[in-house]
C-alpha cells in the first residue's frame, strides 16, 4: 500500500530501529533490536524474558518499546506517525506500572499484574517454540485465536503438570518423578531425530521445576494435613518430635515445666507453618531452616530461598531445650508469645507481613535470653 | 530423513541432566538448595533458547 520505493537495497540509508514484521515472536521489539545492532534477536529475547521475570522489568520495557517504536512495513518506507492521544495515554499508563513496579520492588504487587506476567511471559514462549519461526507466514484472526487456545491449554496441562509433580514428590515420590524426568529427556532426545516436539518442552519443563522445588526446598508432606494444636501440661506430655505435612502446626510448651538438663525437640512441616511457643525462663537453643519462606527464631527473623540459623550451644546450667526445626516451604517461628507469631496486615501497599525485628550481628541469635542468664 | 531438530534435544538433554541431579538428591547424595537450583535452571533455559535461536542461522 506505500507509495514508496523499496529502500532497503539502499547502502546510505539511516539505520532506524522499527519493530521487525519479519522475524517476531510478539511484537516484532527483539526482532527490530537484533537487526539495528546486527546481532541474533535471540540474546535480546533472552534478556526481555529474564527481566520480565526477575521484577517485571522486561514486561515494562517491552510494552514500552511496543507504544514509541512503529513498526516496519516491509518496504522499509517512513513508518506512519502514531495517534498522539494514544501515544500519551499509553505513557501514562506505562508510568503508572512502572511506578507501582518501583514502589513494591517488583512483581509483588497486587495478586495480578504477577501471576498475569508470569502466564504471558510463559505463553510467549511456548509461542515462540511452537511457531517463532513460521511468523513470516501469513496469519488471519481465526488461526491467531486458535493458537492462543492452544497455548493456554498447554499452560493449564503444564500447571498441572507442575503441581501432580510437587506433591508427588513431596508426599515421598521424588526418585520416581527424577526417574520420569530423566526418561522424558531420553524421549526428548529421541523424538528430536524423527519429529518437532517442541510444544512438549514447556509441559516437561513443568515436571521438571515441580520435582525442583521440592528438592531444594526439601518439601516432605509425611504428616498428614491440616492444622494441629499441642499443648502439653507435663514435660511427660512432650513429645520428641512432632510432625506435619500441610498446614498449620503449633506447640505451646508455656505449660511445661522444665527440668534441669538438656531435652531435645524436632518440628517438621513440609508446607506450610510451624509455630513453636517456649517460656520466657527457658534456654532454648533453636538450629532452624525454612527452604522457602520465613524464618522467625527469638527475636530474629529472616525471608527468602533457603534460609536458617544453626545457634551455638551456650547454655551450661539449668534446663535446656535444643529444637531442631524444618520448614520447606512457608513459614517457621520459635516465640515467647504467640501473638508475635501472627501476621501483620499493616504495610502501605496492603500485602502483609511479620513483624520485622532483630540484627544480624546480635551476639544472642538463636538463642533465648534465659540461655545468657546461664552462662553470665 | 528429517534433520534433527535442535530445541526439543538439547531440551531432551537438560531435563537428563536436571533429573539426574533431582534424583542424586531424593537419594540424599547431595543437598539441593535453591542457590544452586536457579542457575541450573536459567542455564538449561538459555541453552534451549539459544538452541532454538541458532538453528534459523542454517540455510
Known amino acids: 500500500m506505500s507509495q514508496h520505493e523499496p529502500e532497503q537495497s539502499q547502502p546510505t540509508a539511516p539505520r532506524k ?102 502466564v504471558l511471559v510463559l505463553g510467549a514462549a511456548v509461542w515462540w517454540l511452537v511457531w517463532g519461526r513460521s511468523g513470516g ?151 532452624a531452616d525454612v527452604g522457602a519462606g520465613y524464618l522467625r527464631i527469638l527475636g530474629w527473623d529472616n525471608g527468602g530461598f533457603n534460609v536458617g540459623w544453626d545457634a551455638r550451644d551456650r547454655g551450661r546450667e539449668g534446663a535446656r531445650l535444643v529444637v531442631d526445626a524444618h520448614v520447606g516451604m512457608g513459614a517457621l517461628q520459635v516465640v515467647h508469645d504467640p501473638r508475635d507469631a501472627e501476621w501483620h496486615e499493616d504495610r502501605p501497599s496492603g500485602r502483609g507481613r511479620w513483624e520485622d525485628i532483630g540484627e544480624d550481628d546480635d551476639p544472642a541469635l538463636g538463642r533465648s535470653a534465659a540461655c545468657e542468664a546461664q552462662t553470665g | 530423513m528429517r534433520r534433527v531438530d535442535g530445541p526439543s534435544l538439547v531440551t531432551g538433554l537438560v531435563l537428563i541432566g536436571l533429573g539426574g541431579l533431582f534424583l542424586l538428591d531424593r537419594l540424599e547424595a547431595l543437598d539441593l538448595r535453591f542457590g544452586y537450583l536457579w542457575p541450573a535452571l536459567l542455564a538449561g533455559l538459555g541453552a534451549i533458547l539459544l538452541a532454538s535461536g541458532l538453528r534459523r542461522e542454517r540455510p
Open chain 1, 17 to 118: 530501529f522499527l519493530r521487525s514484521r519479519d522475524d517476531r515472536v510478539l511484537g516484532g521489539v527483539a526482532g527490530g533490536l537484533g537487526k539495528y545492532f546486527g546481532v541474533d534477536p535471540v540474546f535480546f529475547r533472552i534478556g526481555l524474558a529474564a527481566l520480565a521475570v526477575l521484577g517485571g522489568v522486561g514486561v515494562f520495557l517491552y510494552l514500552a518499546a511496543l507504544v514509541f517504536v512503529p513498526a516496519e512495513d516491509g518496504t522499509g518506507a517512513e513508518p506512519p506517525r502514531r495517534s498522539r492521544v494514544l501515544t500519551v495515554v499509553a505513557a501514562i499508563a506505562l508510568v503508572l506500572l512502572g511506578g507501582a513496579l518501583l514502589a513494591d520492588g517488583g512483581w509483588g504487587f497486587g495478586f495480578f499484574f504477577g501471576p498475569l506476567g508470569f
Open chain 1, 137 to 287: 507466514g501469513e496469519r488471519n484472526a481465526r488461526g491467531t485465536l486458535t493458537r492462543i487456545a492452544l497455548v493456554l491449554l498447554v499452560l493449564a496441562v503444564s500447571a498441572a503438570l507442575f503441581v501432580g509433580a510437587f506433591w508427588t514428590a513431596a508426599a515421598g515420590g521424588g526418585v520416581a518423578v527424577a526417574l520420569l524426568v530423566i526418561a522424558i529427556g531420553a524421549l526428548f532426545a529421541l523424538a528430536a531425530f524423527r519429529r518437532n516436539v517442541r510444544w512438549l518442552i514447556v509441559p516437561a519443563l513443568a515436571i521438571t521445576a515441580g520435582l525442583g522445588l521440592v528438592a531444594a526446598a526439601d518439601v516432605n508432606l509425611d504428616g498428614g494435613y491440616g492444622k494441629r494444636v499441642y499443648v502439653p501440661a507435663s514435660l511427660a506430655d512432650v513429645r520428641e518430635g512432632y510432625d506435619l505435612g500441610a498446614g498449620r502446626l503449633e506447640v505451646d510448651l508455656r505449660g511445661v515445666d522444665f527440668t534441669p538438663g538438656e531435652r531435645e525437640l524436632d518440628l517438621e512441616v513440609g508446607f506450610g507453618e510451624a509455630v513453636l511457643v517456649v517460656p520466657n525462663d527457658l534456654c532454648v537453643v533453636a538450629r
